[in-house]
């Protein structure tokens, strides 16, 4: 069984910045690969970033990529998704998730083995 937990959600003004942490429970976290998802109010999750076991191999969304990063500290059972210039569209319950299998096509939800309850993250305009 794994553990997540997210942190670092808040109120950001447009054009900010935020860094999302991650923290598993599990000490098999390298054997995991992670990803971050969002949902917004009235709309489905979506897929944001997604990052290998080993840190090697990363998948961006075309919406966030460019301004949206993910790395991951093994040692630390960590997770991070770094935030920049954020948009009011932004807005929304962010989510990491483990897959014990690479999601091979597409990081679509129903791949992902484990859910971190979310945290919110709200950008004004």
């Known amino acids: 069984q794994v553990q997540l937990v997210e942190s670092g959600g808040g109120l950001v003004q447009a054009g900010g910045s935020l860094r999302l942490s991650c923290a598993a429970s599990?000490?098999?976290?390298?054997?995991?690969?992670m990803g971050w998802f969002r949902q917004a109010p009235g709309k489905e999750r979506e897929f944001l970033a997604g990052?290998?076991?080993?840190?090697?191999?990363?998948n961006y969304a075309v919406s966030v990529k460019g301004r949206f990063t993910i790395s991951r500290a093994n040692t630390e059972n960590t997770v991070y998704l770094q935030m920049n210039s954020l948009k009011p569209e932004d807005t929304a319950t962010y989510y990491c998730?483990?897959?014990?299998?690479?999601?091979?096509?597409?990081?679509?939800?129903?791949?992902?083995?484990?859910w971190g309850k979310g945290t919110l993250v709200t950008v004004s305009s």
């Open positions: 998730a483990a897959a014990s299998l690479w999601p091979t096509g597409d990081w679509s939800s129903r791949k992902m083995d484990y």
């Open positions: 599990v000490r098999t976290f390298r054997t995991y690969h």
């Open positions: 990052i290998s076991g080993s840190g090697g191999v990363t």
